[in-house]
């Protein structure tokens, strides 16, 4: 049987924990969107170097853990005089792991479309810049869309790494939490919910919108 009386007692500080997380969760999703879609443009660029600085990028990102992108920005900034604190260090590390996923999804949406749209509009006198901002990318995105959905899920739970490095994240508060009251069991089952009350509607809102998306396609 839960305790809740934990629940209860500290409820500002698993309020507190969910707050920061809702709010890094948006820096990142929205920083990771950007940066991920810049990447993707890059690796189907014509021009050598951005294709392997985009490659190179992805690559590297996506075949090492979360958590050590996260340390290279919490210690290892500061040896070059950056100072970062554990919230900022965790939102930036979570976005540039991030976009390495979102840049493959963008990526397929992108080779997903006609390549006769981009000769196209290319004919019709628009740069390239122009016709994949314009023409290609609104097509690639709305393509994506499920996949995308998925990775800002799996962001949401990823955000649970700012409790290794002081993030002020809900991990973190309930660290706190179980060494003060040395409780353990019903004090990560808190956690849970919580999180839960986050990547539940969005699961559903992703389901939802692949049924729209195939309802459309039929």
Same mark, same amino acid.
């Given at each position: ?36 879609? %810049? ?130 994240? %809900? ?37 939802? %919108? ?9």
């Amino acid at each position: 049987m839960l305790n809740f009386s934990i629940l209860i007692e500290h409820w500002d500080q698993y309020l507190e924990g969910f707050g920061n997380t809702v709010q890094v969760s948006l820096l990142a999703l929205v920083g990771s969107f950007v940066l991920g879609t %810049l990447l993707a443009v890059f690796r189907i660029a014509p021009i050598r170097p951005l294709n392997w600085a985009g490659t190179g990028y992805v690559e590297f990102i996506r075949n090492i853990p979360l958590v050590l992108v996260v340390f290279i920005f919490y210690f290892g900034f500061p040896a070059i005089g950056i100072q970062l604190e554990g919230f900022a260090a965790g939102t930036l590390g979570l976005t540039v792991y991030t976009a390495a996923f979102i840049a493959e999804a963008v990526r397929a949406g992108i080779l997903s479309v006609p390549k006769g749209q981009m000769e196209a509009a290319r004919s019709s006198g628009l740069t390239y810049t122009q016709t994949m901002r314009y023409i290609i990318l609104p097509q690639a995105i709305k393509i994506v869309i499920p996949p995308l959905g998925n990775q800002f899920i799996n962001l949401v739970k990823n955000s649970s790494v700012l409790g290794v490095i002081a993030g002020l994240d %809900l991990m973190y508060h309930g660290d706190l939490i179980s060494s003060a009251t040395a409780v353990v069991f019903d004090v990560y089952i808190f956690v849970a919910m919580f999180y839960l009350i986050l990547t539940v509607p969005l699961s559903l809102g992703v389901g939802y %919108l692949e049924r729209r998306l195939a309802a459309n396609h039929r």
